[in-house]
């Protein structure tokens, strides 16, 4: 699996005493009406045994993680009353005064040492009101990999502070459009790293994650003809199946092992199901009507999509158990790209309104509706992160389409693609 190599002193935890947890776990109710984001302070990491250069670059990265994920209001470093490189990072050496009169109630502290290629970081969660630390990590690995070292902190303490692990160590795939060439890249979730994963099409669209993050699938186009690729994450392998018909958006089942496509013969849509070794299988859900963009719930038993059977392009949910479906969109005459979120609660879509596309979400039986984006620019093909409490989606909000990603109640948008080209069809992966 990838980087797992990095945390060779977790197992330590429970010998170590900076590395113990508190007993008292603490938790942040994001539902509540009186939620307020946390103030919490990142000094710049403390350089250790001679070790220079890096201090502010890892306290920048764990800064953005916290600041990303929703739950933090962090504090201007030039209004700490200490200085980083003279203060000390443990419990015992915390001088709490001078951190509540900088309004802090959470100290991430951090210090370093390297040599050659390797690094060692030792990070801490200090709670300042309580005077108690609340988690403590030490990480030793290649200095590559500091940065997913601070991510890998930072999910730990979404996870002590929620009940549930953060998406910093994730990725986002997408499409890059420039030129004649339409490629799929892969990003940190946080924008940075941009990889190309299919320099050999000169069309490559609709990459999708599998349930467990080894395989995106896509389709790929070499001439006239389309195809289900398929590449092996970790390895960079491909695997490519011509179809019978031109094949759009794949989507891999959460349970099954297999992959949903739609397939359209003479014009006619439909959805498939299709094996990983790229033979068609039954029928999903098709007919006279054009049925395109599948999305499964998380258990697998339904089916999110896109049909004009009603006249114009709306969400529909087929129920595989009973074989009925279900229209869930009314409002809008052109509702397209649905995402079912992990938890199963929420369904992500995007909706023409007033000429312009946004970012919707929905109970799966259209009952409830939110509109999250409300701009005059184009928001479309919503993807959740894997924990429910981010969307993916592309926006032309800047001039030109780029990936952007906010928390589901619409607030905290970020741009995380400044490169060339136009970024297109945002897929976020599952937690590696």
């Not at 502070?161 to 940190?188: H, M, P, Q």
Request: charged content about 20%; some cysteine.
């Amino acid at each position: 699996m990838m980087k797992k190599g990095i945390l060779l002193l977790t197992m330590a935890i429970c010998f170590l005493p900076f590395l113990s947890r508190a007993q008292d776990r603490v938790y942040i109710d994001v539902t509540d009406p009186s939620f307020r984001k946390i103030p919490i302070a990142v000094p710049a990491f403390k350089a250790e045994a001679g070790a220079t250069g890096l201090s502010e670059e890892l306290a920048q990265i764990a800064r953005k993680d916290l600041e990303i994920s929703g739950f933090f209001y962090l504090l201007d470093p030039k209004g700490f009353f200490v200085d980083p490189q003279k203060m000390g990072v443990t419990l015992s050496e915390t001088d709490f005064i001078k951190w509540r009169q900088s309004g802090a109630e959470f100290l991430l502290t951090g210090a370093y040492s390297s040599g050659g290629q390797n690094i060692h970081i030792e990070l801490r969660l200090i709670d300042v009101v309580n005077r108690k630390m609340l988690l403590g990590k030490a990480y030793d690995g290649n200095i590559s990999d500091r940065k997913l070292m601070i991510h890998k902190f930072v999910d730990e303490i979404l996870k002590l502070l929620t009940g549930e692990g953060g998406v910093f160590s994730t990725k986002i795939a997408f499409v890059n459009k420039e030129g004649n060439f339409s490629r799929i890249y892969v990003i940190d979730f946080d924008g940075s790293n941009p990889i190309l994963l299919t320099p050999r099409e000169e069309l490559a669209l609709s990459p999708s994650w599998s349930s467990d993050g080894r395989y995106i699938a896509y389709v790929g186009y070499r001439g006239n003809r389309t195809s289900l690729c398929l590449i092996d994450f970790f390895s960079r392998t491909f695997q490519e199946f011509p179809m019978d018909g031109i094949v759009m958006t794949p989507r891999f089942h959460p349970t099954r092992g297999s992959i949903t496509a739609v397939i359209s013969r003479r014009d006619n849509p439909d959805i498939f199901s299709i094996s990983l070794q790229g033979a068609i299988g039954e029928k999903i859900v098709g007919g006279w009507d054009i049925d395109v963009s599948p999305s499964w719930s998380p258990d697998g038993r339904k089916l999110a999509y896109v049909s004009n059977e009603s006249g114009s392009p709306q969400i529909y949910v087929y129920d595989t158990s009973t074989g009925s479906k279900k229209r869930i969109t009314f409002s809008g005459d052109y509702n397209t790209s649905p995402s079912w979120s992990p938890k199963g609660d929420w369904i992500a879509y995007s909706s023409m309104i007033e000429g312009r596309h946004q970012i919707m979400i929905t109970t799966p039986d259209g009952t409830q509706t939110v509109q999250l984006t409300h701009d005059s620019a184009n928001n479309e093909a919503p993807s959740w992160s894997p924990d429910g409490r981010m969307i993916a989606f592309q926006s032309d909000r800047a001039g030109r389409s780029a990936i952007w990603i906010m928390l589901k109640n619409g607030s905290g948008m970020r741009m995380l693609t400044e490169m060339a080209g136009s970024q297109i069809l945002p897929s976020w992966s599952p937690r590696f």
